[in-house]
């Protein structure tokens, strides 16, 4: 904990400083670093935290920092900031950001209270258990991930709406202002978002035959410091503005959605749409340690998986052992091969399943299921046959966490699934639609596109939500608003956020720190454990490989988190990963 102090003395004093203005030293030096050190101490970035008293935004874009930080210093609350950055975020980062897709929010009010939002998508009426199965009851390749019969109910802007209804304190028309503007004049693209866009031209094309403002008019690629103009998905946005929720679920923009799903064998209809609504839930709420985790109920897995694996390894000493050392690592992956099959066993919507929540969270139950743990030898995990783990390409879905003066606290991850979700682009909407219905497990046993399978609890039903890893997460100490944490990143989204949290709450890392830490995942199946270059040492991963464990390296890419930690002062540290264009912004 020293070190902590230290470092974050050094920064009191700095009021407002936005990763933009920061070098951020290139992923090969900056990740070699820990390769090399065979002490396996904390891993210090170039990147430091933002500090700030007063407010703090950390999102996946410079500019939906900035739209939130601004609602911030207008008067707004954490709750207004949320809704003003959801929909930037659907104009400056629109892989992941999004009105046509879904997510959670966890949110802390100043008085300690706290509340969970589900505006996850949910299957169409039209939407059956066998839908993407063929008449020998084969999966159909691609039919969940591409194109109209891909798409779930969007969510986004009923849980926008219900959110500003609750707690929010400016008008509504404020919020979508900003939003608005960016899409009326245009976007600079950065270089990764450039190539996003460049990258999904052929399957864009196919989706959506004709033209549209997501490929260039000259037939050029995009390139950094070009302008994206988005003069529909304006028009939709001042629907929202103008009538709230109905400004999507109805008039207009309803009927451009009905009739781009009916035109190309969609199945969400008009009343689909009308009926859609958020809900709120009890959040999940679990001490460990001194601390309190609030977190997100299913229909996230998020949650439960979370409390399951930091309760598993709450016995053993972690902050003795060190960071990512051998014992480290094994405990964590073996609580990461438990946690994960009981997900694919227990977990879908609690509309439709009895999810067993506080028996799986609790103490008796994770006991149990550490019986058959044994430090010589890796636990197998009966692999019938491995699902494929992700490439960790695009990481799009993104997660934004906002703290106001007076300490009330977001934390929302949201998103359309794979980077642009179905690739469908609402014809005269000009805004995407997710391919959320792959989230459920269309045939019991075959893996999704994160490798990760389902059962009977995740199987489609018409206006059943499909289960989701987004783990929102706002942690609490002594009393006091302390962390809010989330990230992308599919089935990987619920270790890194465990990860996360350990590292600032049992090997003293700040908060930056813990963000730019290498970060590994294992799902239960396939039976590995995918790690960042540089996460273990050779001799660590020595010891695991001599156990059992099979281990495999993969690109610097686990988790694009935005993070904030309350630091005792009272001063705001905003993270924002380094390893995407994520920026903090605070005041
Ligand atoms: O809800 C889920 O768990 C997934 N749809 C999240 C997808 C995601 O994080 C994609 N980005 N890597």
Aim: charged share 20%.
């Amino acid at each position: 904990m020293k070190k902590y102090y230290i470092f974050a003395s050094l920064l009191l004093g700095i009021s407002s400083l936005s990763h933009a203005q920061q070098p951020v030293r290139e992923s090969k030096g900056f990740y070699q670093f820990l390769t090399d050190d065979p002490n396996q101490k904390p891993f210090y970035s170039d990147r430091q935290g933002v500090m700030a008293q007063q407010g703090m935004v950390a999102s996946a874009h410079p500019e939906s920092s900035r739209v939130g930080t601004a609602i911030l210093k207008k008067g707004g609350n954490a709750v207004d900031a949320a809704v003003a950055v959801q929909f930037a975020l659907a104009v400056v980062h629109p892989s992941a950001g999004n009105i046509g897709g879904g997510g959670f929010m966890v949110f802390r009010a100043a008085d300690g209270k706290s509340y969970t939002l589900d505006f996850r998508e949910k299957a169409p009426l039209k939407g059956s258990k066998d839908m993407y199965l063929d008449a020998q009851g084969n999966v159909i390749p691609r039919l969940s991930t591409l194109g109209h019969l891909a798409s779930g109910v969007p969510g986004s802007v009923a849980g926008m709406a219900a959110a500003h209804a609750r707690f929010g304190k400016l008008p509504w028309a404020d919020l979508l202002q900003p939003a608005i503007d960016l899409a009326q004049k245009g976007v600079i693209q950065t270089d990764r978002e450039a190539r996003g866009l460049n990258a999904i031209k052929e399957s864009t094309q196919q989706v959506n035959p004709g033209t549209t403002y997501f490929l260039r008019s000259d037939g050029r690629a995009w390139q950094e410091g070009d302008t994206l103009v988005q003069k529909d998905l304006a028009k939709v946005l001042r629907a929202i503005q103008k009538k709230g929720r109905e400004g999507f679920y109805a008039g207009r923009v309803a009927r451009q959605l009905a009739k781009e799903m009916k035109k190309n064998k969609g199945i969400i209809s008009k009343k689909d749409l009308k009926e859609y609504q958020a809900k709120w839930r009890e959040p999940i709420i679990g001490d460990y340690k001194n601390y309190k985790i609030i977190t997100m109920p299913p229909t996230s897995s998020g949650g439960v998986a979370l409390m399951q694996l930091l309760r598993l390894t709450e016995p053993y000493p972690l902050t003795r052992w060190g960071w990512n050392t051998d014992s480290t690592a094994q405990v964590m992956i073996e609580a990461e091969r438990r946690v994960y099959a009981d997900r694919a066993k227990f977990l879908g919507d609690p509309d439709f399943v009895d999810v067993p929540v506080d028996k799986l969270i609790s103490y008796d139950y994770l006991k149990e299921r550490w019986q058959d743990f044994s430090f010589d030898q890796a636990t197998d995990s009966k692999a019938v046959s491995g699902g494929n783990l992700p490439g960790y390409e695009s990481l799009e879905t993104t997660h934004f966490s906002i703290v106001d003066k007076d300490r009330n606290a977001v934390a929302i991850t949201t998103t359309l699934n794979g980077g642009y979700g179905s690739k469908v682009i609402v014809k005269g909407g000009g805004f995407f639609m997710n391919n959320e219905m792959d989230d459920f497990s269309v045939k019991a046993g075959v893996p999704n596109m994160f490798g990760l399978i389902g059962n009977k609890a995740n199987e489609i039903a018409p206006s059943k939500r499909m289960l989701s890893s987004m783990t929102p997460t706002i942690v609490e100490k002594d009393g006091q608003l302390y962390m809010v944490v989330g990230t992308p990143g599919g089935s990987t989204i619920i270790t890194a956020v465990y990860q996360t949290i350990l590292n600032v709450l049992e090997h003293g890392m700040t908060m930056q720190q813990s963000v730019n830490a290498l970060k590994f995942h294992h799902q239960w199946l396939p039976d590995k454990t995918v790690f960042e270059t540089g996460a273990f040492t050779e001799n660590t991963i020595n010891k695991l490989q001599n156990r059992g464990y099979i281990l495999e390296q993969q690109r610097n890419t686990m988790g694009r988190m935005d993070c904030i930690l309350v630091l005792p002062n009272g001063t705001l540290e905003g993270a924002s990963d380094p390893r995407g264009d994520d920026t903090s912004v605070g005041y």
